[in-house]
T-cell receptor, first 113, second 112 residues
């Protein structure tokens, strides 16, 4: 079975721009979550998608949005980028909603200049 | 979800057992204890979880005290590849979704 894959691995954007990060979940997993990890900190929960619907959200502003597609892959979109958005963005997939054993991708390192 | 407290860092000699403690004194009856680790530049990796009984798998053992206010993750024979940040997370599986509340974790350094 394939694992969770994220693209791109690294990205540099300018303040004010928009960015889209992509995630392919592990085969058969219908739940995807996104996390932001600032340098030296633990990952922070952004939101979760189950069967193409957002069903949980952390303390992040609306300029952080997402999508989940019928094949359960997902996108994270961030508008009006700020310098503090520079972080490692992690995607995690799970076999079913409510199951907490999550499988993480390697992440996308976003730098905002 | 209950808050956890872990030491900031620990050292362990290669081949020895690594015992990583976690305090979760406000844990409630429905909350499980989960452990994940994050090796540098990689995504977090699930290790083990438990409710009240001790658990063991191919990676580690989890010892939960009888009052469930603390637990210990044991890596029986630590190797250099076990150097990572270890996160103890307490989670109510009946809540919606599976948002994992990572703290800062324990940075484990395994030395030759």
């Amino acid at each position: 079975e394939t694992g969770v894959t994220q693209s791109p691995t690294h990205l540099i954007k300018t303040r004010g721009q928009q960015v889209t990060l992509r995630c392919s979940s592990q085969s058969g997993h219908n739940t995807v979550s996104w996390y932001q990890q600032a340098l030296g900190q633990g990952p922070q929960f952004i939101f979760q998608y189950y069967r193409e619907e957002e069903n949980g959200r952390g303390n992040f502003p609306p300029r952080f949005s997402g999508l989940q597609f019928p094949n359960y892959s997902s996108e994270l979109n961030v508008n009006a980028l700020e310098l503090d958005d520079s972080a490692l963005y992690l995607c995690a997939s799970s076999l079913a909603w409510g199951q907490t054993e999550a499988f993480f991708g390697q992440g996308t390192r976003l730098t905002v200049v | 979800d209950a808050k956890t407290t872990q030491p900031t860092s620990m050292d362990c000699a290669e081949g020895r057992a690594a015992n990583l403690p976690c305090n979760h004194s406000t844990i409630s009856g429905n909350e499980y204890v989960y452990w994940y680790r994050q090796i540098h530049s990689q995504g977090p990796q699930y290790i083990i979880h438990g409710l009240k009984n001790n658990e063991t798998n191919e990676m580690a053992s989890l010892i939960i005290t009888e009052d469930r206010k603390s637990s210990t993750l044991i890596l029986p024979h630590a190797t250099l590849r076990d150097t990572a940040v270890y996160y103890c997370i307490v989670r109510d599986r009946s809540n919606s979704g599976y948002a994992l509340n990572f703290g800062k974790g324990t940075s484990l350094l395994v030395t030759p």
